[in-house]
Nanobody, 124 residues
Framework: QVQLVESGGGLVQPGGSLRLSCATS????????IRWFRQAPGKEREGISC????????YYADSVKGRFTISRDNAENTVYLQMNSLKPEDTAVYYC?????????????????WGQGTQVTVSS
């Protein structure tokens, strides 16, 4: 069965770094588009980064560009989100999502497989 499990969240001070992991199983990672989303209380779910199944290109929302980096290790079936220079406004639950047909510009509803989410809190 297809499974995605996020880990690596926690409490970090402003300016600090975290690396989130999305461990996958049940499918060939390289054939799937993987997109990271986040959602803060009272706010819409926001797509923040993506790696495309079509060509492997990566994409970032303006809010995280230059600070976050998405990568994948196909041998380990894991996708990573390196988060640097964290700000309080980065506080949210972070989710990874996968789909074998969706592309990075597709909406969240196009992604069939989701992890459970991991909490990131940026506070002094």
């Amino acid at each position: 069965q297809v499974q995605l499990v996020e880990s690596g969240g926690g409490l970090v001070q402003p300016g600090g770094s975290l690396r989130l992991s999305c461990a996958t199983s049940g499918f060939t990672l390289g054939g799937y588009t993987i997109r990271w989303f986040r959602q803060a209380p009272g706010k819409e779910r926001e797509g923040i980064s993506c790696i495309s199944r079509a060509n492997g290109n990566t994409y970032y929302a303006d809010s995280v560009k230059g600070r976050f980096t998405i990568s994948r290790d196909n041998a380990e079936n894991t996708v990573y989100l390196q988060m640097n220079s964290l700000k309080p406004e980065d506080t949210a639950v972070y989710y990874c999502a996968a789909d074998g047909a969706a592309l990075c510009f597709h909406s969240a509803k196009s992604y069939n497989y989701w992890g459970q989410g991991t909490q990131v809190t940026v506070s002094s």
